[in-house]
């Protein structure tokens, strides 16, 4: 199934529009999480505790890698696909490079680790895009607008009479999507820039951090970027949800979160 259908699918039958990021920060695992699977097994926990809740999740690749716990990564992974087919699963890895290198780091997101969707800076333009959308079943995610304090320096640039991010939405709406699996990475501290990034990409959906720790907006979020139909956007929150509580109850705490999150979303549908 085409990445685009599979997560349409999801919305509707989650009746949900939250992503939990599952960005893993060993320190503030509860106690009886440090062995050598330990990451695995606080994501099961986490997992278990909220398939029912979300449309998708999102393992970040560098908190991964960082400890050396790629295997437990791809073991994520594998638990989702297996336990929960029906989720999709986003790859955060932001990765951003040309030719043969490019087309590795798709291999590596596609094939190697078995994700659904992957993140990619569209920086270096369209050589860095092609190799993934080349996968057509597969979902590619461009940032575009980012959450982070300092985005606007670049992404607000004028181009020419608008604003580099909205070059982006351009080039991903109308030059770069010919599979139809090509979205956008929005940030919900930007709700302005979000609006006029739906203007420009139609009902394309929007992978939207900054929800929870960063302070984004939710009524301000779905005004700006929810499509006709209440749906177009994967909102992301990590830890808020994975580190509710530091406490045995961590599982039933990140539940509890996204519910809240997921009710919180659905009042502005």
Not at 80 to 102: F, H, M, N, W
Not at 151 to 164: R, S, T
């Amino acid at each position: 199934m085409e990445f685009i259908s599979y997560l349409r699918q999801r919305w509707l039958s989650a009746d949900s529009l939250v992503c939990v990021g599952l960005d893993p920060y060993p320190e503030k695992f509860p106690a009886g999480f440090s062995d050598q699977d330990g990451i695995f097994q606080f994501n099961k926990a986490i997992i278990d505790a909220t398939h029912d809740l979300v449309c998708a999740y999102k393992p970040q690749f560098a908190h991964f890698a960082a400890v050396a716990a790629e295997d437990q990564l791809k073991k994520t992974i594998h638990y989702i696909k297996s336990q929960y087919p029906e989720i999709p699963v986003i790859l955060d890895s932001k990765r951003g490079d040309i030719g043969s290198t490019a087309s590795m780091y798709a291999k590596e997101a596609f094939v190697h680790y078995q994700a659904d969707a992957v993140t990619v800076n569209p920086y270096m333009g369209v050589d860095t895009v092609a190799p993934f959308t080349e996968f057509t079943d597969k979902g590619t995610i461009l940032l575009c607008r980012t959450s982070n304090p300092g985005a606007a320096q670049l992404q607000n640039l004028d181009v020419g009479g608008h604003p580099l991010y909205e070059e982006v939405a351009r080039l991903a709406a109308q030059e770069w999507n010919h599979n139809n699996n090509v979205m956008l990475v929005v940030g919900a501290t930007a709700p302005e820039e979000m609006a006029r990034i739906r203007r420009i990409c139609g009902d394309m959906p929007m992978l939207v951090p900054g929800i929870g720790a960063q302070g984004g907006d939710i009524a301000a979020v779905l005004g700006a970027g929810k499509a006709a139909d209440g749906t177009g956007l994967i909102i992301n929150s990590s830890r808020a949800v994975l580190y509710a509580s530091s406490g045995d109850d961590f599982a039933e705490a990140a539940r509890a979160e996204t519910l809240s999150l997921k009710n919180e979303i659905n009042l502005y549908r």
